[in-house]
């Protein structure tokens, strides 16, 4: 062996490019600068440092490849964990995590060694790849608070859409793991080794016998470990990749424990007849439950009732689906320089109103909207899942049908682009008769807040389309389902047309993102004035069903001041109000004054055709008995009448465990059960 040192341009110019990216990093993020000097010089040192081996020492070279090959895996997996993790939540990881965590990355490695049968070479792509997958994780947990799993696959193309509207900003550790990946790679690279092409077959056959070995070795130790997403967060509960390997199983739809066709026949014969006076227990009332308990208005689905009132008239139909609307009020002190919602907060008059349970966070909006639409629940699916993306069947049973088969003509808004959450191909199977996107050159492209569309111009459309119906057919009855863009998440960024208006009040500190957030509230609450004050002048009804799809995706300090706590190391009540967001169901008739402590989005639907005096299907009248027993649920836990509290599904007993069972059931059968699904609950569109 031949030991030496060199030094050239060459290396002095590699060398003088590393310096600058570190000082460039170190500007952004001001990590410790004793990284800034000792980095640098161990890269120059290595490489500048040479080492030749004879033929006789080259077992030394064999066992130096197998030593940073095997420490590649846990050096990938530090790195993942230490760019997503703040320290506190890295500590929290146990040791027997991070070990199955590089098993799992050790596959990567073999997998390109059995491929490439290159060593280092195997090495760089492993390791580089771990490490853009730990900064993509990074950035969406910022975004929207749920960390990348594997059903967000199919979701990329909606995700990159909405990205440049964030700013992605990198942190320290995030700055030292891509100075210390350069310093080892440069190790790899100076290890060079050359094989012969029996070698290399052989090589790539012990690597891909060792991949197998660990596949089956890792199926066995992670047999009972579930897939987390935000709220036990993925990264510190499992591990990033374990986490996101146990989503690639979750995909798959089993027939729910206990499932039988025979069991959906019995139901068809108690909800078949078609009208709720025949369908067996109804008439019961509804439990109206707050955060912590349930109130004494127990008269919930008797005061939705308006038949009488439109003599059999069917009313306009407009639902607004609005982008991230909340009310903080619900989460903790809010104190601002002037009111939010003012006008949303004096609507009382023929309206039912309060909060709702959704099944997202900060992202994922077609999944409330699948909730609503079909009165499905998200908590018989995998989690993270999105249901535009993965199981969207070729005929839905859902609102849009129910009104199409009542005669309405079906029409759907969204003032933006037309393949998000691939909308163009699934409102088509869902059955609406007109879209309108932002492609379609329908909306006013100078009508802008911000970067999006406001939710004024969006309403102004809704107006436009009912005046076109009333002029050229005004005895087909109309539905519009119109989503909105105004308040899409990103407020962190300024604009020369929009301004804060609304300042949230607190010694704790300036939030500029949720001042901003707050501002737009207001804009929408000055729109929903508007449009409201439109259809009250009208001679013909409508009913106008509003809700927001899920609580906006702000820093974790504003909930801090909101709360005391944030959004970390809640119970599961004070989790759930993460999850409530506001909804009312107003009409220009005149039906009861409804206060809704807590409903889900999965029972709006129901609640709307009762309110529009439109006989509910079978479905919907399971689900308006549902509702007696579980009033409110989402993806996370339902609210419990005899515990007087939320619990997890796996905690249900007694006859709340047997009405979800039941739901599972039914949803399970229109879903994914294509042999026995019951036309009489889940019928599609009557030509």
Request: aromatic residues 14%; proline residues 3%; hydrophobic residues 40%.
């Amino acid at each position: 062996m031949k030991f030496g040192f060199q030094c050239n341009r060459k290396i002095l110019s590699i060398t003088g490019v590393y310096f600058a990216a570190a000082f460039v990093l170190f500007l952004l993020t001001h990590y410790p600068p004793v990284y800034l000097f000792l980095c640098p010089l161990g890269y120059f040192l290595i490489n500048g440092a040479t080492l030749k081996v004879g033929q006789r020492w080259k077992w030394v070279t064999w066992i130096w490849t197998a030593v940073y090959f095997a420490a590649g895996p846990v050096f990938s997996t530090l790195c993942i964990q230490h760019i997503i993790l703040e320290p506190e939540l890295y500590r929290k990881t146990k040791q027997s995590i991070l070990k199955l965590n590089m098993l799992c990355v050790l596959c990567i490695y073999l997998l390109l060694l059995a491929l490439i049968a290159e060593a280092r070479y195997a090495w760089w792509i492993a390791h580089a790849f771990c490490v853009f997958i730990a900064f993509v994780d990074y950035f969406v947990y910022e975004f929207r608070e749920n960390e990348v799993s594997f059903a967000d696959i199919s979701s990329v193309g909606t995700g990159l859409s909405v990205m440049k509207s964030y700013r992605l900003q990198i942190h320290d550790r995030g700055a030292i793991a891509l100075l210390l990946s350069a310093l080892f790679m440069a190790v790899v690279r100076r290890s060079r080794i050359e094989y012969r092409r029996l070698v290399k077959w052989i090589i790539r056959a012990a690597a891909l016998a060792a991949l197998i070995a660990m596949v089956f070795y890792l199926k066995g130790r992670t047999a009972r470990m579930v897939t987390q997403t935000w709220e036990k967060k993925g990264t510190y509960k499992n591990g990033f990749v374990l986490n996101f390997v146990l989503g690639v199983g979750a995909g798959i739809i089993k027939a729910p424990e206990g499932y039988d066709p025979s069991l959906i026949e019995q139901l068809e014969s108690d909800y078949g007849s078609g009208t709720a006076a025949d369908a067996k227990g109804t008439g019961t009332d509804t439990s109206v439950v707050t955060i912590g308990g349930v109130s004494d208005d127990t008269s919930l689905l008797t005061k939705t009732k308006a038949g009488a009132v439109l003599d059999g008239k069917k009313p306009v139909i407009i639902t607004i689906m609005n982008e991230s609307f909340a009310d903080f009020r619900n989460v903790g002190d809010l104190t601002t320089n002037i009111d939010v919602m003012p006008f949303l907060d004096s609507l009382t008059e023929n309206t039912m109103r309060g909060f709702a349970l959704a099944s997202v966070y900060g992202a994922k909006t077609p999944n409330s909207e699948w909730e609503y639409l079909t009165g499905n629940s998200m908590a018989f699916l995998p989690e993270g899942s999105v249901v535009y993306e993965q199981y969207i069947s070729k005929e839905p049973t859902s609102l849009v049908s129910t009104l199409k088969n009542e005669g309405y003509t079906a029409v759907a808004m969204h003032p933006y682009q037309n393949t998000g959450w691939k909308r163009n191909t699934v409102y088509p199977k869902l059955g609406f008769d007109e879209m309108y996107f932002l492609e379609d050159g329908y909306f006013d492209e100078t009508k802008l807040m911000r970067k999006y569309i406001t939710d004024q111009e969006l309403f102004d459309k809704i107006i436009e389309r009912y005046e076109q119906q009333q002029e050229n057919d005004p005895e087909t009855p109309l539905f519009i389902m119109s989503i909105t863009m105004q308040n899409h998440g990103g407020y962190k960024e300024q604009y020369d047309n929009f301004t804060n208006d609304v300042i949230f009040q607190t010694p704790l500190g300036y939030f500029e993102d949720a001042n901003q957030y707050l501002s737009l509230i207001h804009e929408t609450d000055k729109a929903l004035e508007n449009l409201i004050g439109y259809f009250r002048e009208q001679d013909v009804p409508v009913e106008i069903i509003f809700f927001g799809d899920h609580l906006p995706s702000l820093q974790t300090a504003f909930f801090r001041a909101l709360n005391g706590k944030g959004i970390s190391g809640l119970t599961l009540t004070q989790l759930q109000q993460l999850f409530a967001v506001p909804f009312f169901i107003w009409t220009n008739y005149d039906t009861e004054e409804t206060s809704v402590e807590l409903t889900s989005i999965n029972y709006l639907s129901t609640l709307a055709l009762t309110r529009a005096g439109i006989d509910l299907p079978p479905y919907n009248l399971f689900l308006e008995e549902l509702m007696t027993h579980v009033p409110a649920m989402n993806a996370r836990a339902f609210y419990s009448v005899n515990a007087g509290k939320f619990l997890h599904y796996d905690k249900a007993e007694g006859t709340e465990k047997e009405w979800i069972d039941r739901y599972n059931y039914l949803q399970y059968n229109e879903m994914f059960d294509k042999n026995a699904r019951s036309s009489i609950f889940f019928p599609y569109i009557r030509e």
